[in-house]
């Protein structure tokens, strides 16, 4: 028999839900119950057609996360329009492959707005909601690659270990009105855009590298993110969840 949806009547915010994990997360989460509000610059119709199919609500609203105009006029329509959030997903990212030397402060900055700083104001915008009924869930992404960086991404690493963080520290700010912030850190994942960007021989040396011997997809890590969303879960707060296979030890 299946089971229940976990979250019936709950809405969820995924950004960056295009493609990619972005999409594997919010069509997760509308199989476990949620309605979902999309913020992407790019065209998003196949995850809003997929989530629809599911028989959940689907809405995709174009948003520029780098802007904070843009990032708060999006909380305000998905509060206009479903009255709630209940669970927040900050998956966009943003990172260039630039060398150290040639890295603009300009580059920099954009790469900490999109990254970050946009999950900092989406939390902040959407916690009042989640405070009304003492139950939130926010996620952030973080990457294992923080704890042996790959060359050529300063501003991509260092946004992702400042989300570890901001992890914790909004954990401690919410803890007690019934919200948990957790992170989740992937290794090396096959998404489309990995899988075309990506050459082989850095596939095969990063399984190698890992205690479970075969490459990372996207659904694996769907149920991390399925799992820190639950009531299941409700005790947990403040960490971050390396999803790579064992690649970290």
Known sequence: MTP??????RVAVVTGAAAGLGQVFATRLAQDGCDIAIADIVDC????????????????LHCDLSQQGDVQAFAQQVLARFGRVDIL??????????P????????????????????FLLAQAFAPSMRERRWGRVVNL?????WSPPPHFVGYITSKMANVGLTRAMAQALGDDGITVNAIAPG??????????????????????QLIHRTAQPEDLAGALSFLCSDDAAFITGQTYHVDGGAVL
């Open 188 to 209: 090396l994942t096959r998404t489309v855009a990995a899988a075309r960007d990506v050459p082989q021989f850095i596939w095969d040396k990063v399984k190698d590298q």
């Open 4 to 9: 229940a949806p976990k979250h019936n009547g």
């Open 142 to 146: 973080a990457s294992s690659s923080a």
């Open 89 to 98: 997903v900050n998956n966009a990212a943003y990172q260039p492959m630039v």
């Open 45 to 60: 119709s196949d995850t809003v057609q997929q989530i629809q199919a599911l028989g959940r609500q689907a809405v995709h």
């Open 100 to 119: 150290f030397d040639e890295l603009r402060i300009e580059t920099f900055r954009k790469i900490l707005a999109v990254n970050t700083e946009a999950s």
